[in-house]
Antibody
Framework: QVQLVQSGAEVKKPGASVKVSCEAS????????INWVRQAAGQGLEWMGW????????GYAQKFLGRVTMTRSTSISTAYMELSSLRSEDTAVYFC??????????????????????WGQGTTVTVSS | DIQMTQSPSSLSASVGDRVTITCRAS??????LNWYQQKPGQAPKLLIY???NLQSGVPSGFSGSGSGTDFTFTISSLQPEDFATYYC?????????FGQGTKVEIK
């Protein structure tokens, strides 16, 4: 079955970096973008960025520019999200999600609609001195 | 960035009630609007994509409508397993954004 399996929980000190992995199985890894979303305790979902596993192209939310790097290893169907200069506010659960596009016709014009249909189980990152 | 505003932020309802959540975008997003359900300790689950299309395997009691800036998500008859937090998300822009969430609680 299609699934994304993330790496285990991490505890980091302020100023350090963390790298979370997301291993894909059950589908062709290079066919769909991977998005990263995080959620602080009791808070909502916050989109961090996307990566195209085929090209390696990325797009990051303004808030994380300069601190986040999304990469992949196609040989092992794994995506990575590295966040640097960690601070306490980065304590959160980090999710990876596959983004799929579906073509739907509206008024005889086809549009591609994108949505995150498969999610990893989440990785808890705790930043504490 | 496109801002997504959900209302209400929380609601209390009983099993069997009809529940409606709204989501407003800060600019027109056509029908690039998705809805997710999240239960405590779990990853979000896709329910509706492209404003009104039911994801495979999702019960027909969930529905969505709208286009442009205003969208609605409806649970026709609330079931015990539907108590959760619901999020809208726009995919019009490469830079995705989520609504702040609506927590559906038991009355």
């Amino acid at each position: 079955q299609v699934q994304l399996v993330q790496s285990g929980a991490e505890v980091k000190k302020p100023g350090a970096s963390v790298k979370v992995s997301c291993e894909a199985s059950g589908y062709t890894f290079t066919s769909y973008d991977i998005n990263w979303v995080r959620q602080a305790a009791g808070q909502g979902l916050e989109w961090m960025g996307w990566m195209n596993p085929n090209s390696g192209n990325t797009g990051y939310a303004q808030k994380f520019l300069g601190r986040v790097t999304m990469t992949r290893s196609t040989s092992i169907s794994t995506a990575y999200m590295e966040l640097s200069s960690l601070r306490s506010e980065d304590t959160a659960v980090y999710f990876c999600a596959r983004e799929i596009g579906v073509s739907l016709v509206q008024g005889a014009i086809p549009y591609y609609y994108y949505h995150m249909d498969v999610w990893g189980q989440g990785t808890t990152v705790t930043v504490s001195s | 960035d496109i801002q997504m505003t959900q209302s209400p932020s929380s609601l209390s309802a009983s099993v069997g009630d009809r529940v409606t959540i709204t989501c407003r975008a800060s600019q027109s997003i056509n029908r690039y609007l998705n809805w997710y359900q999240q239960k405590p300790g779990q990853a979000p689950k896709l329910l509706i994509y492209a404003a009104s299309n039911l994801q495979s395997g999702v019960p027909s009691g969930f529905s969505g409508s709208g286009s442009g800036t205003d969208f609605t998500f409806t649970i026709s008859s609330l079931q015990p397993e539907d108590f959760a937090t619901y999020y809208c998300q726009q995919s019009y822009s490469t830079f995705k954004t989520f609504g702040q969430g609506t927590k559906v609680e038991i009355k």
